[in-house]
């Protein structure tokens, strides 16, 4: 399908019901699931493997879980902008190769008692990460037909949702049973499978790279001869390179609210402990993914057909209802009620502001836009600890879950505030 020029975003109009699910699409999602699966795998693990294997504290072995974040977001920050210069389906490739290495690499630490070490290989493993997913990503969305560009991303990022809910689970149960081994023999076949379905995302998208550059003269925004077009740009220092403006003003909205999400994957198991409802937190993200299933194909079709207002408010709406049910929660049932509420609030803004992003940009800072989005995304889970941390021990869970309804207000009005001046555009110019 061709796609815009830098310069011009004129595009043939979709087909009447063109395809979301084509191989290529089918590929891309099995890549961000596995990609997924396997962080969070990890993630739930590292404490507890550190502490085994390196004698480790608890402070040092949060840190070999969220060094991999850092890494995450350290590589998107100061690569994503160049991903199309060098060409998504090459860097996709080689950044999964890194993913096969660095999983390789966890069974080598059975000999190699210095946890430094390890640490370094977390955060290679995490640029690797953030780089795959943000590529992977961007030639996934950018083949999307425009006219269903809501659903497709939505039904896209029902990946993530899976490898949100299947990746703890599977590092749960390893590491509960104390076997290491078998967690890092489990990830390293999944990611060689991610890596077979990589290639089925890159060949397809070579071969529209050469489409497109048919169909917009091959004088603009094509990978192949962007470098050889502006050399000196390629090499420019600039804000550009890391990243895209346009896509700031629903990044940053969207970023705000996001931290009630951070609040919610931080603190809700000692939430529950706290008020005595560890039973039906076990469930949590079961109900929140259940929703999220349920509910993204039509949200998707509503962004799309009717536009982004709408779905945003009502985002927007279920993730503020969510946080103040949860502060208020006295039983298992209104526990999961709220994760439900999260669920349709989180999957209707997620997908849907990334798709905002990247309809303000040009096809060749579809990555860069993809990039700045997820970077500050990170920002929001990495740094809401620091943020609102504070509140629990001196006000207890349930203020701080409080705390964070006028948060998703604020982002909401944030939001509409930026859509008013025309920096979030529901339709692409």
Not at 7 to 21: A, L, R, Y
Not at 230 to 258: C, D, M, Q, W
Not at 352 to 380: E, I, K, Q
């Amino acid at each position: 399908m061709p796609q815009a020029s830098a310069k011009s975003n004129t595009v043939q109009p979709d087909k009447p019901n063109e395809p979301i699910f084509t191989p290529r699409f089918i590929a891309g999602f099995a890549v961000n699931f596995i990609l997924y699966m396997q962080y969070y795998a990890l993630m739930v693990a590292m404490a507890g493997y550190s502490a085994m294997q390196f004698a480790a504290g608890a402070t040092e072995g949060g840190f070999t879980a969220s060094v991999f974040i850092l890494g995450a977001l350290c590589s998107r920050l100061f690569f994503g902008g160049a991903i199309d210069k060098v060409g998504r389906g090459r860097v996709l490739v080689a950044c999964m190769t890194g993913e096969v290495a660095c999983t390789l690499l966890y069974l080598a630490f059975e000999h190699v008692p210095a946890i430094g070490v390890f640490i370094v290989l977390r955060f290679l493993h995490g640029a690797f990460y953030g780089l795959s997913q943000t590529t992977v990503t961007s030639i996934v969305s950018s083949a999307v037909p425009f006219s269903r560009k809501g659903e497709g991303v939505g039904y896209y990022m029902l990946s993530v949702t899976l490898g949100a809910a299947l990746g703890p689970l599977m590092g749960s149960a390893f590491s509960n049973a104390g076997d290491f081994d078998m967690l890092f023999f489990s990830c390293l076949g999944m990611i060689a499978v991610g890596y077979v379905a990589a290639l089925g995302v890159v060949l397809p998208g070579r071969r529209q790279s050469s489409e497109v550059s048919k169909a917009t003269g091959a004088t603009k925004a094509s990978e192949q001869s962007g470098d050889a077009d502006k050399p000196a740009k390629t090499h420019k220092l600039s804000l550009a390179n890391f990243i895209e403006v346009r896509a700031l003003p629903v990044s940053v909205a969207i970023t705000v609210g996001y931290l009630a999400y951070g609040a919610l994957i931080t603190y809700i198991n000692p939430y529950a402990a706290e008020v005595g409802l560890t039973g039906a937190a076990s469930f949590f993200f079961v109900s929140y993914s259940i929703a999220m299933f349920v509910t993204r194909p039509f949200t998707g079709r509503w962004f799309d057909s009717a536009g982004d207002k709408g779905i945003m408010t009502l985002g927007f709406a279920c993730l503020g209802a969510s946080m103040l049910i949860m502060g208020f929660a006295q039983n298992g049932a209104m526990l999961l009620v709220s994760a439900a509420l999260a669920g349709v609030g989180v999957g209707s803004v997620q997908p849907d502001g990334l798709v905002l992003a990247m309809r303000r940009c040009p096809d060749d800072r579809l990555t860069a836009a993809n990039s700045t989005y997820f970077v500050l995304l990170d920002v929001a889970i990495g740094l809401c600890p620091f943020l609102v941390g504070w509140i629990a021990p001196a006000f207890g869970y349930r203020v701080l879950f409080l705390v964070m309804v006028p948060v998703v207000a604020a982002s909401y009005v944030v939001y509409m505030a930026f859509r008013r001046a025309g920096l979030i555009a529901g339709k692409k110019k």
